[in-house]
C-alpha cells in the first residue's frame, strides 16, 4: 500500500523539484562573494542546511539579485527549518518568487500560518502552480478555512476523479468532514472502496478510530487497530487501544480547522516521498507540516530521522529536542535523540538520556532494552545487566517469540562478566523462544568451544547456525575454529579462507586464518595473515598476541600460555 501511495504522489509531484543539486546547478555571474558561494556549495552538498543558509545569505549581500543563490538561501533556511527567514526572503522576491518554486511553496506555509486562505485560492486561481496534488489538496483546505464547506468537497471530490490521486483526495475529505463534526460521513469513506488504501496511512487509521469513538463505535475501532497493528509493538497505540477498550470517549485531534489540514498535506506527501526522491525535498515538506503544526509529532520524528539520514545529526538532536516530554510518542524521540548524540560521539550524553528516559518511562519494554543495548556497547556489562532485568520483568511470564533477543543481549553480557551458567540460562531461553536462530546458536556453541566443553554439543550448534545463515562470515569462522579447536585441521582450512572471503577486514577472523595456515604447516602464508589482522586494529589483548606469534611462531605462544602445541596429524595430511 504505501508503494502505492509513493508512486503516486511521485508522479503528481515530479514538477516540484527542491534538490539541494538543482539550486546549485549554474554557475553565478562575476563579481559576487566567491568564497562565499564555494562554502555555501560544499555545505550545500553535504547537507549542513544551517551552514549553507549563512553562507548564501553572505553570497547574497554582494549579489542580491541572483536568482541561483536567492533560491539556495530559501532551500536551506527551510531545510534548516528557518522559516521565517525564507519566508521573508521569499517576499522579498516580489513578482520574482514566481520563478522560484521553493519561494512559492515558503509563500504558501506563509499563508497558511496566517490563515489567509483567500490568498492560497486567489494564488492557485493566478496560476501560482507547485505541483497538482500540493496545489489541489491545498485549495480545498483553503475553501473549508473560507468557510466554504461545500466548496471544500467539491474540491476533493474533483481531485478524486483521477485515478492516481484518488486515495489522496479521498483521504483529505474523510479529515476534512471529521475536523467540522461530520464523523458519519467520514467513516463512509473511510469504509466505502477508497479505504482499503487509505489505511495504510497511520495518520488515517487514527482518524478513523477517532472518529468512530465519536459515534461511541468503540468495538469496532478497538477491532481496526487489532487488524493494523501489530500487538505491542507501538506505545501510543497501546494507550489508545486501553481506553477506548474501556468505553472510554476519545477526542478527534488529528485535524482541528483548515491549517491543521493544510500541514497534514505537507505530512502526507513527505510520508509518500520518504526514500522515493532526494531526501531535501521530504525534509522541506516534514518541516513545513512541523512548523505548522509545531505538535505534529509524528512530522518532527520523521523530519530528524531524514537529518540522521543526510548524517547531520545535530540538526536532527534540536529536532528531537522539541518533542514535548507530555508526547505518548516523547520516548521514541528521546531513543532517537540519544542515537544522534552517540552520532556526534557524546557517549555519555546519549546514556544519560537514555537513563532519564528509563526513569521517566521505564514501564515501557523498548526503552529499558535501547539503554541495556548502549551500556553493552559501551561494555558497562553489569549496568546492562540491570536494565536488561527490568525489561525482561516488563515481559511478564509469558515472553513472546519476538522477545529472545532481550534474553539474549543478557546472556552476552553475562558471559562477558564470566557468569556461565546465567549467561547459559539466557541463551538457551532465547532458543525456546525462537528455535534456530543462528546468531544465538553461534554464540552459544562457540562459548562451549571457547571453555572446551561439550564440544560434539558445541560443533553441532555452529553446524545449524551455518546451515540457517551460510553466508554469515563470523558464524562459519565459528565452524572452522570449531574444527581447528578439535585438531582437525585440514577440516579448518576450506570455512576458514571462506569466512575471511566474507569478513576480509575482520580482526578475530584473519588472526584465525593464520592460526589454521599455520597448523597445516603453511608458516608464510600465516604470517601474513596475522600482519594484515594487526592493521585491522585488534583489541589490545588480542594485538599483544598477535605480535608474540610473530615473534616466536605460535607453537611457542602456546607453549607459553599452557596450551599443547600444534600437533601433525598426519593421518589427516596436515
Same mark, same amino acid.
Given at each position: 500500500?504505501?508503494?502505492? =501511495?509513493?508512486?503516486?504522489a511521485?508522479?503528481l509531484?515530479?514538477? !516540484?523539484?527542491? /534538490?539541494?543539486?538543482?539550486?546549485?546547478?549554474?554557475?553565478? %555571474?562575476?563579481?559576487?562573494?566567491?568564497?562565499?558561494?564555494?562554502?555555501?556549495?560544499?555545505?550545500?552538498? #553535504?547537507?549542513?542546511?544551517?551552514?549553507?543558509?549563512?553562507w548564501?545569505?553572505?553570497?547574497l549581500?554582494?549579489?542580491?539579485?541572483?536568482? !541561483?543563490?536567492?533560491?539556495?538561501?530559501?532551500?536551506?533556511?527551510?531545510?534548516?527549518?528557518?522559516?521565517?527567514?525564507?519566508? %521573508?526572503?521569499?517576499?522579498?522576491?516580489?513578482?520574482?518568487?514566481?520563478?522560484?518554486?521553493?519561494?512559492l511553496?515558503?509563500?504558501?506555509?506563509?499563508?497558511?500560518?496566517?490563515?489567509?486562505? %483567500?490568498? +492560497?485560492?486567489?494564488a492557485?486561481d493566478?496560476?501560482?502552480?507547485? &505541483?497538482?496534488?500540493?496545489?489541489?489538496?491545498?485549495?480545498?483546505?483553503?475553501?473549508?478555512?473560507a468557510?466554504?464547506?461545500?466548496d471544500?468537497q467539491?474540491?476533493?471530490?474533483t481531485?478524486?476523479?483521477?485515478?492516481? @490521486?484518488?486515495v489522496f483526495?479521498?483521504?483529505?475529505?474523510?479529515?476534512a !468532514?471529521?475536523?467540522?463534526?461530520?464523523?458519519?460521513?467520514?467513516?463512509?469513506i473511510?469504509?466505502?472502496?477508497?479505504?482499503?488504501?487509505?489505511?495504510?496511512?497511520?495518520?488515517?487509521?487514527? #482518524?478513523?478510530v477517532q472518529?468512530?469513538?465519536?459515534? *461511541?463505535?468503540?468495538?469496532?475501532?478497538?477491532?481496526?487497530?487489532?487488524?493494523?497493528?501489530?500487538?505491542?509493538?507501538?506505545?501510543?497505540? @497501546?494507550?489508545?487501544? #486501553?481506553?477506548?477498550?474501556a468505553?472510554?470517549?476519545?477526542p478527534?485531534?488529528?485535524?482541528?480547522?483548515?491549517?491543521?489540514?493544510?500541514?497534514?498535506?505537507?505530512?502526507?506527501?513527505a510520508?509518500?516521498?520518504?526514500?522515493?526522491?532526494?531526501d531535501t /525535498?521530504t525534509?522541506?515538506?516534514?518541516?513545513?507540516?512541523?512548523? =505548522?503544526?509545531?505538535?505534529?509529532?509524528?512530522a518532527?520524528l520523521?523530519?530528524?530521522?531524514?537529518?540522521?539520514?543526510?548524517?547531520?545529526?545535530?540538526?536532527?538532536?534540536?529536532?528531537?529536542?522539541?518533542v514535548?516530554?507530555?508526547d505518548?510518542?516523547f520516548?521514541?524521540?528521546?531513543?532517537?535523540?540519544?542515537?544522534?548524540? =552517540?552520532?556526534?560521539?557524546?557517549?555519555?550524553?546519549a +546514556?544519560?538520556?537514555?537513563?532519564?528516559?528509563a526513569?521517566s518511562?521505564?514501564?515501557?519494554?523498548?526503552?529499558?532494552?535501547?539503554?541495556?543495548?548502549?551500556?553493552?556497547?559501551?561494555?558497562r556489562?553489569?549496568?546492562?545487566?540491570?536494565?536488561?532485568? &527490568? #525489561?525482561?520483568?516488563?515481559?511478564g511470564?509469558?515472553?513472546?517469540?519476538?522477545?529472545?533477543?532481550?534474553?539474549?543481549?543478557?546472556?552476552?553480557?553475562?558471559?562477558?562478566q564470566?557468569?556461565?551458567?546465567?549467561?547459559?540460562?539466557?541463551?538457551?531461553?532465547?532458543l525456546?523462544?525462537?528455535?534456530?536462530?543462528?546468531?544465538?546458536?553461534?554464540?552459544?556453541?562457540? /562459548?562451549?568451544l571457547?571453555?572446551?566443553?561439550?564440544?560434539?554439543?558445541?560443533?553441532?550448534?555452529?553446524e545449524?547456525?551455518?546451515?540457517?545463515?551460510?553466508?554469515?562470515?563470523?558464524?562459519?569462522?565459528?565452524?572452522?575454529w570449531?574444527?581447528?579447536r578439535?585438531?582437525?585441521?585440514?577440516? @579448518?582450512? *576450506?570455512?576458514?579462507?571462506?569466512?575471511?572471503?566474507?569478513?576480509?577486514?575482520?580482526?578475530?577472523?584473519?588472526?584465525?586464518?593464520g592460526?589454521v595456515?599455520?597448523?597445516v604447516?603453511?608458516?608464510?602464508?600465516?604470517r601474513f595473515q596475522?600482519?594484515?589482522?594487526?592493521s585491522?586494529?585488534p583489541?589490545?589483548?588480542?594485538a599483544?598476541?598477535?605480535?608474540?606469534?610473530?615473534?616466536?611462531?605460535?607453537?611457542?605462544?602456546?607453549?607459553?600460555?599452557?596450551?599443547?602445541?600444534i600437533?601433525?596429524?598426519?593421518?589427516?595430511g596436515?
Amino acid at each position: 500500500m504505501k508503494a502505492l =501511495l509513493r508512486s503516486t504522489a511521485l508522479g503528481l509531484l515530479l514538477a !516540484l523539484n527542491l /534538490s539541494p543539486v538543482a539550486a546549485q546547478d549554474t554557475v553565478p %555571474e562575476d563579481g559576487l562573494n566567491a568564497g562565499a558561494y564555494l562554502a555555501a556549495r560544499t555545505a550545500g552538498t #553535504a547537507r549542513a542546511f544551517d551552514q549553507a543558509a549563512r553562507w548564501y545569505e553572505t553570497a547574497l549581500q554582494a549579489d542580491p539579485e541572483n536568482p !541561483l543563490l536567492q533560491e539556495g538561501t530559501i532551500l536551506s533556511m527551510l531545510a534548516a527549518d528557518q522559516t521565517e527567514g525564507a519566508i %521573508e526572503k521569499s517576499k522579498a522576491l516580489g513578482d520574482k518568487a514566481l520563478s522560484h518554486q521553493v519561494a512559492l511553496i515558503a509563500l504558501l506555509a506563509d499563508q497558511a500560518q496566517r490563515e489567509d486562505y %483567500e490568498a +492560497i485560492i486567489a494564488a492557485a486561481d493566478a496560476g501560482h502552480d507547485l &505541483a497538482p496534488l500540493l496545489d489541489d489538496l491545498t485549495v480545498g483546505w483553503a475553501h473549508l478555512g473560507a468557510g466554504r464547506m461545500s466548496d471544500a468537497q467539491a474540491a476533493f471530490d474533483t481531485l478524486a476523479q483521477r485515478p492516481e @490521486a484518488r486515495v489522496f483526495a479521498e483521504f483529505h475529505k474523510a479529515l476534512a !468532514l471529521a475536523s467540522v463534526g461530520d464523523f458519519e460521513g467520514a467513516e463512509a469513506i473511510y469504509a466505502g472502496p477508497a479505504g482499503e488504501n487509505i489505511e495504510g496511512l497511520r495518520r488515517a487509521v487514527l #482518524a478513523r478510530v477517532q472518529g468512530l469513538s465519536q459515534l *461511541e463505535r468503540n468495538p469496532e475501532a478497538v477491532a481496526i487497530l487489532d487488524r493494523v497493528f501489530v500487538p505491542g509493538q507501538d506505545p501510543e497505540i @497501546a494507550v489508545l487501544r #486501553a481506553r477506548l477498550e474501556a468505553g472510554e470517549p476519545v477526542p478527534f485531534d488529528v485535524v482541528s480547522n483548515a491549517r491543521d489540514g493544510i500541514a497534514e498535506v505537507f505530512f502526507t506527501l513527505a510520508v509518500a516521498l520518504n526514500g522515493e526522491v532526494e531526501d531535501t /525535498s521530504t525534509l522541506v515538506h516534514a518541516r513545513i507540516a512541523a512548523w =505548522l503544526r509545531p505538535d505534529h509529532t509524528e512530522a518532527q520524528l520523521l523530519a530528524a530521522g531524514l537529518l540522521n539520514r543526510l548524517e547531520q545529526p545535530e540538526l536532527a538532536i534540536a529536532t528531537y529536542a522539541r518533542v514535548s516530554p507530555d508526547d505518548p510518542a516523547f520516548h521514541v524521540a528521546e531513543v532517537g535523540r540519544a542515537q544522534a548524540l =552517540l552520532e556526534t560521539e557524546q557517549t555519555e550524553a546519549a +546514556i544519560e538520556v537514555l537513563k532519564a528516559l528509563a526513569r521517566s518511562h521505564g514501564q515501557i519494554v523498548g526503552v529499558q532494552q535501547e539503554l541495556g543495548t548502549l551500556l553493552r556497547r559501551e561494555e558497562r556489562h553489569e549496568e546492562a545487566v540491570v536494565a536488561y532485568d &527490568a #525489561a525482561i520483568k516488563l515481559l511478564g511470564d509469558a515472553p513472546k517469540s519476538t522477545d529472545w533477543d532481550l534474553f539474549f543481549a543478557r546472556g552476552i553480557c553475562h558471559e562477558r562478566q564470566k557468569r556461565w551458567e546465567l549467561a547459559e540460562a539466557d541463551f538457551r531461553k532465547a532458543l525456546e523462544l525462537s528455535p534456530n536462530r543462528p546468531e544465538v546458536l553461534n554464540y552459544l556453541g562457540y /562459548s562451549l568451544l571457547e571453555m572446551n566443553t561439550r564440544l560434539d554439543e558445541a560443533m553441532g550448534l555452529i553446524e545449524q547456525a551455518v546451515a540457517a545463515q551460510p553466508d554469515a562470515g563470523y558464524i562459519v569462522d565459528s565452524l572452522a575454529w570449531g574444527y581447528y579447536r578439535l585438531g582437525r585441521y585440514q577440516d @579448518a582450512l *576450506e570455512p576458514m579462507e571462506r569466512a575471511s572471503l566474507l569478513e576480509p577486514v575482520d580482526p578475530v577472523v584473519t588472526d584465525h586464518l593464520g592460526d589454521v595456515y599455520w597448523a597445516v604447516g603453511r608458516q608464510l602464508e600465516a604470517r601474513f595473515q596475522w600482519r594484515r589482522a594487526l592493521s585491522f586494529e585488534p583489541e589490545e589483548k588480542d594485538a599483544a598476541r598477535i605480535r608474540r606469534k610473530l615473534e616466536v611462531g605460535l607453537d611457542a605462544v602456546l607453549a607459553e600460555e599452557g596450551a599443547k602445541p600444534i600437533a601433525e596429524q598426519t593421518a589427516n595430511g596436515n
